[in-house]
């Protein structure tokens, strides 16, 4: 379907806004208000409305709303004061003053792409079966489903709908194939619920909605009381399917024929950093990939601030050949990023972090505050702030904020690099033992990265274990033997790398 009004023209089958022929920048959520509002000209919505057609009812505050209204604004050439298109009423809400045609002769609908080929991942995740009469499992399944759509919008391109109404299992849903030839889903999780005890049973599914196989399936539990339990049981089930559905978006692209997008790129780009590793060819590859991207599609900004983040971090742990050219492209990337896009919580949780992590850290603390306040599941802004104040001498206000982004993490290699992090600002704190805790607890989420070894060593080193320090310095060595004194204090820091090289000696 096209919708067209004056010289703009929305096509909701290739998800793009073009004005005058030409394809305008647009942030996936402000594509999908602007769509909303075309599609109902003349009618007033007011927050609480927008948030159940645009949201899907998920909790959002009214401020994300604004900045969303404020997006849509900008990517229509109106402002708050021209209010050209977008009317605020005072007290009511908002219209879409336009006359608006439709016409259905725009491109295929992502339904009808070609088998395997996935242009931008689509998930439908169905309300978990009730297998009892019991309020608080039905209350858990109500929430547990909205919990999971609101989390999962950290995943960068991932389009998501909700069936929030849970059922006792009964009646015959639509089969995986049958909602994927009617709506274009690529992915559907759903489950079923039930009480055994004092806890609450989880029976999860990932399913390819194309095939109908099974990716991922898990029986997880939590505790009740059914407060708790619904505090927990979202971040339990997040922590095992996010890594599960990374998996299926980056196999999928990487078995795509024909020349990629520039969003399959950056698909098979977060693949390879989630799965090949934080070192230095899991860094190239993720680097070049980033750069085809951008070069692709200029205006693409995650493409921007995925690539500042690769380039900032490789830069500050001494993983990049030409430093000085690492941290400018870096710096080059992130500003292009938020010039872009700086209402996206994910361009600027990464752009932050490059920010942060080229030396400019009272400029990164902000920005990565505000991917937070956007969006409070971003992990990865958590981390990010959080090695920001353990760099600034705010120990015990870095690892709150490590710990709370590694606990709402999935469970994948990212983990070995924020508590590398972590394990570091519990050194400065002097909590040794919680130290060594964290640092074998990241050297085990990822056998083949270097950098937490190094910091075990250090942790172990100012607990005063030096043969401990010296069987941890010794891993490092086996994983990357050309390991430099540099890359050493960069994660210690100079007075504990210059003691581990006397170990070394």
Not at 57 to 79: M, N, P, Q, Y
Request: charged content about 25%; proline content about 4%; aromatic content about 6%.
């Amino acid at each position: 379907m096209r919708l067209e009004f004056d010289d703009f023209v929305l096509d909701t089958g290739a998800y793009e806004l073009r004005h005058s022929g030409q394809r305008c920048h647009v942030e996936p959520r402000v594509f999908d208000l602007i769509v909303h509002f075309a599609r109902h000209p003349g009618q007033v919505f007011s927050h609480e409305q927008l948030i159940d057609a645009v949201w899907d009812g998920r909790f959002v505050s009214e401020s994300t709303v604004s900045t969303c209204i404020k997006g849509a604004r900008k990517a229509l050439g109106d402002s708050g004061d021209a209010q050209r298109y977008i009317k605020t009423l005072r007290g009511r809400g908002f219209r879409f003053d336009a006359a608006v045609r439709e016409s259905a002769d725009g491109p295929v609908s992502i339904a009808a792409a070609p088998e395997g080929v996935i242009a931008a991942p689509s998930l439908l995740i169905r309300a978990f079966g009730v297998l009892a009469d019991d309020p608080d499992t039905a209350r858990l399944a109500g929430v547990l489903a909205n919990d999971l759509g609101r989390i999962l919008t950290r995943m960068p391109l991932l389009r998501i709908r909700v069936q929030p109404n849970p059922t006792t299992v009964g009646p015959i849903a639509p089969s995986p194939r049958e909602l994927h030839e009617t709506t274009g889903v690529d992915f559907l999780l759903d489950g079923t619920l039930q009480r055994v005890g004092e806890r609450f049973r989880i029976d999860a599914q990932l399913l390819d909605a194309r095939s109908g196989y099974q990716l991922w399936s898990e029986q997880i539990s939590v505790q009740g009381p059914i407060d708790t339990a619904l505090d927990n049981a979202p971040i339990a089930v997040i922590a095992r399917l996010e890594p599960r559905l990374q998996r299926a978006i980056y196999d999928s692209v990487r078995s795509s024929s024909g020349a990629p997008s520039a969003r399959q790129l950056f698909l098979e780009a977060a693949g390879v950093m989630v799965f090949n590793g934080w070192g230095h060819e899991g860094f190239s590859q993720a680097a070049e990939l980033l750069r085809r991207s951008r070069g692709l599609e200029p205006t693409f900004a995650l493409a921007h601030a995925f690539l500042s983040l690769v380039m900032g971090f490789g830069d500050r742990v001494g993983l990049m050949a030409d430093r000085e050219q690492a941290m400018f492209e870096a710096l080059d990337a992130a500003e292009r990023a938020l010039d872009l896009d700086s209402m996206d919580s994910t361009v600027l949780g990464y752009a932050g972090c490059a920010i942060a992590d080229v030396g400019q850290r009272e400029r990164a603390r902000p920005i990565l505050e505000n991917a937070i306040e956007i969006n409070p599941s971003n992990a990865q802004a958590w981390a990010a702030l959080g090695s920001v104040h353990v760099l600034d001498g705010r120990i015990d206000a870095g690892i709150e904020a490590l710990t709370h982004g590694i606990a709402i993490s999935p469970l994948d290699s990212r983990l070995s690099i924020w508590g590398t992090i972590l394990t570091m600002g519990l050194v400065q704190a002097g909590r040794l033992q919680e130290a060594v805790g964290q640092g074998q607890l990241a050297c085990r989420r990822d056998h083949r990265c270097y950098l937490p070894r190094i910091a075990l060593a250090g942790a172990h080193l100012r607990g005063g274990d030096a043969g401990q320090a010296a069987v941890a310095l010794r891993e490092a060595y086996r994983i990357k033997p050309d390991l430099s004194d540099a890359q050493i204090g960069s994660i210690v820091g100079a007075r504990i790398g210059i003691e581990l090289k006397r170990l070394s000696s």
